[in-house]
């Protein structure tokens, strides 16, 4: 990284000014943030308060602060992200949160996020908060969860309760996601093509990490390395043979299926950005054949990598883009991140992020957020100013500063046999996609 783009100094320089917006009211804090809300008018941007979630509330841009303070040990940060997760662990006692359970807008995202930040904070208290609130949710069962997928569903269910069996030490919550998965399971739509989850409004299951289903097969190969199931291995494999069903070979990615999508001629768009499309899909696939020894995983992820690539060369020359995680810059290059040591894509996250540090560095609030393209400004993690510079931490220390767009749960040193013989049958047929 150039000595001009440090990535440390831009994120405390982020942080700091987070700090500075922070309101405060018995010993926690929140935030404001623009948003994308309906209306009797339609669809507009809105000012509002940050509610607890991990997507766009205090959960989330805890989690930065607290990972910012173990860098830099700076005090006022540790004070600041101990405030937010605070405000987070009492929104998810909120009556309207007591019916959503799910990882980025619900409970089981404020019990990762506190498990996270308190033991980076070494506070006990949110530690013992995030073992409460999990236990809880274990309790409820299946429930509070919209659908299947990664975002709100079952899926993100599952991921949460591993992340949070791992954290906590805490086994009994494998047999939660196990639960969760045979939710998962029960309400997929097997065909000729694959396992597919329609969502409630969509004639078909959709492709992509945050809402289709990259995400449900990651999820169900996490659960089925963690519990051996050859259940989940095959749905797994299923949801993948699915989703390359509908690989488009021209642009070489997968496309959006949902009705908005759509233009005039009624033909399918392709998304470029970590909830649709190839840059969550190369997260996934890259996990997958790290699970799996599977070729036919290595060359999707090739090509998914390869794709994410050309994209963010084409940001860098026309200075073009938002820095959020969830379609932004910052969510695209991480994929390289992860890619990096495999298929030598690491410089290029690098470039990316010293480019956003030349132009937005010495003024942090002016770095561009995924809200809109009016100029809004958010301070959320995946969103806005939070998750660029949680970006920024990951490129500077990929090692030490765990990816939260694809959590870490169970961390098998070698190939899973149940997932290897899930995924042996489809190998030929799903390398001929790519």
Same mark, same amino acid.
């Given at each position: ?93 909120? *009556? ?129 390395? *963690? ?9 797994? *494999? ?64 090739? !090509? ?90 990951? !490129? ?19 190939? !899973?046999?149940?997932?290897?013989? *899930? ?12």
């Amino acid at each position: 990284m150039p000595r001009d783009a440090d990535p440390i100094d831009a994120a405390l320089r982020i942080g700091h000014a987070l700090c500075a917006d922070a309101l405060w009211w018995d010993g926690r804090c929140t935030f404001t943030t623009d948003d994308i809300a309906s209306t009797p008018e339609g669809w507009r941007t809105v000012h509002q308060t940050c509610g607890g979630d991990l997507y766009a509330g205090t959960a989330g841009i805890a989690l930065f602060l607290a990972r910012l303070s173990a860098v830099t040990g700076e005090r006022v940060i540790a004070r600041t992200a101990a405030g937010a997760i605070a405000h987070a662990l009492a929104e998810a006692e909120a *009556a309207e949160m007591a019916r959503c359970s799910a990882l980025f807008v619900g409970r089981i995202g404020i019990a990762v996020a506190a498990a996270m930040a308190g033991a980076w904070l070494d506070r006990p208290a949110a530690l013992d908060a995030a073992r409460v609130l999990a236990r809880q949710l274990a309790s409820e069962g299946v429930g509070g969860f919209s659908g299947s997928d990664l975002m709100a569903g079952w899926a993100g269910g599952i991921a949460g309760a591993l992340v949070l069996a791992r954290r906590l030490e805490d086994d009994q919550l494998i047999g939660w996601a196990s639960d969760l998965g045979d939710a998962l399971v029960g309400a997929a739509q097997v065909s000729a093509t694959g396992w597919h989850w329609p969502a409630r409004d969509e004639p078909v299951g959709l492709c992509g990490l945050s809402h289709g289903a990259a995400g449900i097969a990651w999820a169900l190969a996490e659960l089925a390395a *963690a519990t051996g199931a050859k259940r989940f291995a095959e749905a797994a *494999a299923g949801a993948v043979a699915y989703e390359q069903h509908w690989f488009d070979a021209v642009a070489r990615n997968w496309p959006d299926l949902s009705p908005e999508s759509r233009d005039a001629g009624g033909r399918r768009s392709c998304s470029m950005s970590w909830c649709h499309g190839a840059p969550g899909i190369a997260l996934t696939r890259l996990r997958l054949w790290a699970l799996t020894g599977s070729e036919a995983m290595r060359a999707q992820a090739m !090509v998914a990598l390869a794709t994410t690539a050309d994209c963010l060369r084409a940001n860098l020359a026309n200075h073009s883009g938002n820095y959020s995680l969830c379609h932004g810059l910052a969510g695209n290059a991480e994929a390289l991140l992860q890619g990096g040591t495999l298929f030598d894509t690491a410089g290029l996250a690098e470039e990316i992020a010293a480019s956003g540090i030349r132009r937005f560095g010495q003024a942090p609030r002016s770095w561009p957020a995924g809200v809109d393209s009016s100029g809004a400004m958010s301070p959320t993690l995946m969103l806005g100013l939070a998750g660029t510079a949680y970006f920024l931490l990951r !490129v500077n220390d990929p090692g030490g500063t765990p990816s939260i767009l694809l959590p870490d749960c169970a961390m098998p040193g070698d190939v !899973v046999p149940v997932l290897v013989q *899930a995924f042996a049958g489809e190998d030929a047929a799903l390398a001929g996609c790519v």
